[in-house]
């Protein structure tokens, strides 16, 4: 994710290598070529006066402006949903993530080194797990091996978060079954541990479930229809300057489709996708500051 300061508002014009301007631009330059022969057609090869019937063709912008308009709110708006979706779960993934270490820091008696050894790097491997299982990347190299865990134990082919967060459950299970832990232990880690797959379904359901196709087609086709016809009528009002307005209409435009198309799946790698590396770091960070740091001291006894 680009990282700004949205007081500065010049800071905004500066050119970035997802803006959409750098995109289009062959797709701009193109309409306005465009433009530019409906022009010179109209003006100098048919000779068409002010008074030609072309001129109406306005009316028809005027009247299905409203109506673009509302697709593409209803666009941008249903994108950044499923963006801020993705955000609030791996914000979700974070705080459980240091709540299941915090409390296994504390229930885990410090002669359980590989236990404990385990569930300080299982917990921030699976952030980084889901991260490339979302991204459809496999990476080894991420994975911090543990002598209970190893990724070569994992099934690289299969589901590769659900591996992860079952080997955290039976870990907890064997603890129970050996006494390290008692039944009432299970119930208060039980909601970390079953949290981490349902964030991974819910991850899962906006990376596969984009918009129809039938929908993404139509508001396409309907912003070409829509700037194609632009100079038709326009031409006899603004006549040259109808060149550079037809582009900036479809700019504007085709902008927000780009936009919404680029932040629908917010896993991704793009410029404007979530800061997934960033956000397993603090994972990372936090589990194992939590269980490296020492015990507090706490005082029991009657008053």
């Known amino acids: 994710m680009i990282p700004y300061e949205p007081k ?6 500066t050119l970035k290598r997802s803006d959409t301007a750098r995109k289009l631009a ?3 330059l193109t309409f306005g070529a465009y433009a530019l022969g409906i022009v010179l057609l109209e003006k100098h090869v048919l000779h068409l006066s002010d008074e030609s ?3 109406n063709v306005t009316l028809l912008h005027t009247l299905l402006g409203f109506v673009i308009s509302m697709l593409l709110v209803f666009r941008t708006n249903t994108a950044y949903d499923r963006w801020w979706e993705g955000r609030r779960l791996w914000g979700s993934l974070v705080n459980n993530s240091r709540n299941l270490g915090l409390k ?3 229930m885990l008696p410090l002669s359980e080194v590989q236990v404990r050894q385990f569930y300080q790097a299982a917990i921030p491997n699976f952030a980084l797990v889901l991260r490339n299982h979302l991204r459809d990347h496999i990476r080894p190299s991420d994975f911090v091996d543990t002598p209970l865990l190893r990724f070569n134990d994992l099934r690289a082919d299969e589901h590769l978060p659900n591996q992860l967060a079952s080997a955290m459950f039976g870990q907890a299970f064997a603890l129970e079954q050996r006494g390290v832990l008692r039944p009432e232990h299970l119930l208060v880690l039980n909601p970390e ?3 981490f797959m349902d964030i991974c379904g819910a991850c899962e359901r906006i990376k596969k479930t984009p918009i129809p196709y039938s ?3 139509f508001i396409k086709k309907f912003i070409v ?3 194609l016809t632009l100079p038709i009528g326009f031409t006899f009002s603004l006549h040259y300057l109808v060149v550079p307005f037809t582009m900036f209409v479809f700019y504007v435009l085709a902008s927000l489709e780009i936009l919404a198309e680029e932040v629908e799946n917010p896993f991704g790698t793009d410029e404007n996708d979530l800061p997934l590396d ?4 603090t994972i990372y960070k936090t589990v194992h500051q939590g269980f490296e740091h020492p015990t507090p001291t706490v005082l029991t006894g009657k008053a």
């Not at 500065?8 to 014009?13: A, D, E, G, S, V």
Request: proline content about 4%.
């Open 225 to 227: 229809s829509y700037c």
């Open 8 to 13: 500065q508002w010049f800071n905004l014009f």
């Open 104 to 106: 296994l820091h504390q």
């Open 26 to 28: 062959p797709y701009i």
């Open 53 to 55: 019937v072309l001129r």
């Open 215 to 217: 929908y993404s087609s």
């Open 193 to 195: 541990l079953q949290s």
């Open 278 to 281: 960033s956000i397993c770091q």
